[in-house]
């Protein structure tokens, strides 16, 4: 029986979902959707893990036309669940059937329904399909690690129940135990190091920087296709570069003794470094950078302080003067209906992509001097 597999994604960054996909030979592509690739995966469910732009894969069970807005659409989607050979699909897909189960949905659009009893319609039919314990999560109930997670999702008149390929959501990374406030979602970051080219086959080794490292995870979603590139990271607040530092440790191979006893490490085993320094004032020399992925701190959760607080501006120009004549940037832009900022001077826009995060809808743009 052939699975087909769905990677959830941040809405605007599925293209590149796409490619990432089909650049590690992870599947073949059957069709994008609205915060969604379809594809048929290859090889083991676990190597869908490595998937770093996706926020999510799911292994699609059934496909369910004709569920409506009213009540009756339950009754539908419990018998979808009922006539699922769940004991074959888990088995197809190479997932052990114990520990038991959870069911998690979402919905586009206004239902006379919600979404917990479209999780416990579903949920208890798989469940007595499977001979397994059901947890709900009506009520706040909170699910038991280890059980089985499902997901239905309704969009329109159709609903697909799925189980999820991994333990835990993609967007989850292990690594992320320290955060600062307007930290950056880790797709969006891989997504970021993807348009930057870090790694397309045979790209040499780069010089890699992020003047506004926050959390660091830019840089750390940048390791993790360039591991051979020189990856700095500079932040004002000594709370953030100690953030970032304590996550590209947890992010580090063990192999380091220092990595290993969760210490700091002077090397980070070749990941990113983490530096005290003001974006508007950069201790670098002039053309010195390749690569820079830069999320400016002019969000609602952190607003520019230190010299690009008195002009913001400030920031752009020394990313010119440290970028190469052959250097890109990629950076994370809110446009003017969402906060009034300008584009960059000084550049040229390579690339643009609009997604939604957040409820907002920055722009990706690649950059090169202009």
Request: net charge positive; hydrophobic share 50%.
């Given at each position: 029986?052939?699975?087909?597999?769905?990677?959830?994604?941040?809405?605007?960054?599925?293209?590149?979902?796409?490619?990432?996909?089909?650049?590690?030979?992870?599947?073949?592509?059957?069709?994008?959707?609205?915060?969604?690739?379809?594809?048929?995966?290859?090889?083991?469910?676990?190597?869908?893990?490595?998937?770093?732009?996706a926020d999510d894969v799911l292994l699609v069970a059934?496909?369910?036309?004709?569920?409506?807005?009213?009540?009756?659409?339950?009754?539908?989607?419990?018998?979808?669940?009922?006539?699922?050979?769940?004991?074959?699909?888990?088995?197809?897909?190479?997932?052990?059937?114990?520990?038991?189960?959870?069911?998690?949905?979402?919905?586009?659009?206004r239902r006379t329904y919600g979404r917990y009893e479209i999780e416990d319609a579903v949920g208890a039919e798989l469940a007595r399909r499977l001979g397994l314990a059901y947890h709900s999560r009506s009520g706040g109930a909170r699910p038991p690690a280890g059980a089985l997670a499902w997901r239905v999702t309704l969009e329109g008149d159709r609903a697909v129940i799925a189980l999820r390929a991994g333990a835990r959501p993609l967007h989850?990374?292990?690594?992320?135990?320290?955060?600062?406030?307007g930290t950056l979602h880790p797709p969006v970051a891989a997504a970021m190091a993807r348009l930057?080219?870090?790694?397309?086959?045979?790209?040499?080794?780069?010089?890699?920087?992020?003047?506004?490292?926050?959390a660091g995870t830019v840089l750390i979603e940048a390791a993790a296709r360039a591991p051979e590139a020189r990856l700095l990271g500079f932040d004002r607040d000594p709370a953030a570069v100690r953030a970032a530092t304590a996550n590209a440790?947890?992010?580090?191979?063990?192999?380091?003794?220092?990595?290993?006893?969760?210490?700091?490490?002077?090397?980070?085993?070749?990941?990113?470094?983490?530096?005290?320094?003001d974006a508007g004032r950069l201790p670098l020399a002039r053309g010195s950078v390749d690569r820079v992925l830069v999320n400016p701190p002019w969000g609602r959760q952190a607003p520019p302080r230190g010299l690009l607080a008195r002009d913001a501006g400030r920031?752009?120009?020394?990313?010119?003067?440290?970028?190469?004549?052959?250097?890109?940037?990629?950076?994370?832009?809110?446009?003017?209906?969402?906060?009034?900022?300008?584009?960059?001077?000084?550049?040229?826009?390579?690339?643009?992509?609009?997604?939604s995060l957040s409820g907002l809808h920055p722009e990706l743009l690649v950059l090169a001097p202009g």
């Open positions: 029986m052939q699975t087909l597999a769905v990677a959830r994604a941040v809405h605007g960054i599925e293209p590149l979902v796409a490619a990432e996909i089909e650049r590690h030979g992870l599947g073949a592509v059957r069709g994008l959707r609205h915060r969604e690739v379809w594809f048929e995966p290859a090889g083991p469910p676990g190597r869908l893990a490595s998937l770093r732009t059934a496909v369910v036309d004709g569920v409506g807005r009213t009540r009756a659409a339950l009754a539908r989607l419990a018998a979808a669940a009922r006539s699922l050979d769940a004991r074959r699909f888990l088995r197809s897909a190479g997932v052990p059937g114990r520990g038991g189960l959870e069911v998690s949905a979402s919905s586009v659009g989850r990374r292990a690594y992320k135990t320290a955060s600062v406030p930057a080219g870090l790694d397309a086959p045979g790209a040499p080794g780069r010089v890699v920087l992020d003047p506004c490292a926050g440790v947890n992010a580090a191979p063990a192999a380091h003794p220092a990595c290993a006893a969760r210490l700091p490490c002077p090397a980070l085993c070749g990941g990113p470094r983490f530096s005290l320094a920031l752009w120009r020394e990313v010119r003067r440290v970028l190469a004549p052959d250097g890109l940037a990629v950076a994370l832009v809110h446009g003017a209906a969402d906060t009034g900022t300008e584009a960059p001077a000084g550049f040229l826009v390579v690339r643009a992509m609009r997604i």
